[in-house]
């Protein structure tokens, strides 16, 4: 397949939303899908022209994101009138609502408030205070209550077999030299960690794909915490085995700062002892969910990297280490910046 018509196609089904967060959008159902699949943190406002509520709710709001204190949330303005099906399934009986949702799991709702800080302080309590693990607790039990039992059985039981096998103790360690790598980045150049590591230290961080939401909310929580980053001088990375046609379509689209790295066939992962096969009854599983990684890395091993995340110092030791066969969990940016 042609790589532009790949790239289209990756841009149009997996990320529709703008991934920015910071300005608000007409709610569409496929945008706010791919916003839950996304991992974004989402707001929706269930507004009708002639409500007066709605219009103080409206001018609060925009007073809110003027002063920046609305990013990196994801806000939808929902018609009242016309999002029958969305009133129905989410049992909105009200115009004047808000809801809020980290990826796919509703985390809160507020109903005819107008007060500017009180609608302020509702969303920093249910979105922009979560921290990026609390995040991705609440969207795997989301998740765990939409996965039929005999899956959900044969995935936690995969989950178990794995955790017992320690792979974590394979992995590099804080002190050691992490091995050095030159990879693709989404855009063909090839980037080596001997020269990223001349300007100050570099942060790593292995994702298993663009089709996983826990590794888009890492993406989103990376973007929108690069500031931080920045601030101590670290250099962002993430590794993927996904095919360079695919992360560009995800930079791109979620407009990242920093740069994603193609892992062709899990080599360099591999290498740190970061990699694991994915079974015959939990490989159909993927492919039921739509999960195809025989697409997405562009072979047939059905490998994927464990979470791992490495902060490398100019000498090339490693400062920091969070490796853990849960892909639910992710290393704390808070951590990180202490260490410096």
Not at 82 to 95: C, M
Not at 307 to 319: H, N, Q, R, W
């Amino acid at each position: 397949m042609n790589n532009q018509i790949m790239k289209k196609i990756i841009i149009s089904a997996l990320l529709l939303y703008t991934g920015l967060g910071n300005a608000s959008t007409a709610y569409n159902k496929d945008t706010f899908e791919a916003a839950k699949k996304g991992g974004e943190k989402i707001l929706l406002h269930f507004h009708a022209e002639w409500c007066p509520t709605c219009k103080k709710q409206e001018k609060a709001l925009n007073e809110i994101e003027s002063a920046g204190d609305l990013k990196p949330v994801q806000l939808f303005v929902v018609d009242f009138d016309k999002e029958k099906d969305l009133k129905k399934d989410l049992k909105v009986n009200a115009q004047s609502t808000f809801v809020a949702f980290l990826g796919g799991r509703e985390v809160g709702r507020s109903s005819s408030v107008t007060d500017k800080q009180k609608i302020k302080e509702f969303i920093d309590e249910k979105l922009r205070n979560v921290s990026l693990n609390e995040q991705l607790g609440a969207m795997k039990e989301a998740s765990g209550n939409m996965v039929p039992a005999d899956k959900k059985e044969k995935m936690m039981a995969f989950a178990q077999s794995l955790e017992s096998k320690h792979l974590e103790k394979k992995a590099p360690k804080v002190g050691q030299k992490l091995k050095p790598f030159s990879l693709t980045d989404s855009v063909g150049n090839v980037v080596s960690l001997k020269e990223l590591i001349k300007t100050g230290p570099v942060m790593i961080a292995f994702y298993r794909g663009s089709w996983c939401p826990y590794c888009n909310a890492q993406l989103n929580d990376l973007r929108n915490r690069i500031d931080e980053l920045k601030s101590k001088n670290i250099t962002v990375v993430a590794i993927s085995p996904d095919n360079p046609e695919i992360t560009s379509g995800v930079a791109e689209q979620k407009k990242l700062p920093f740069v994603i790295l193609s892992d062709k066939d899990n080599k360099y992962a591999r290498s740190l002892g970061l990699v694991f096969s994915v079974p015959d009854d939990l490989k159909k599983i993927y492919m039921e969910f739509g999960i195809d990684l025989q697409k997405s890395q562009g072979n047939n091993s059905w490998e994927l990297p464990l979470t791992a995340t490495f902060l490398v110092g100019k000498d090339g030791k490693i400062i920091y280490s969070f490796v853990n066969s849960d892909y639910t969990k992710r290393a704390d940016i808070s951590e990180i910046i202490k260490v410096l």
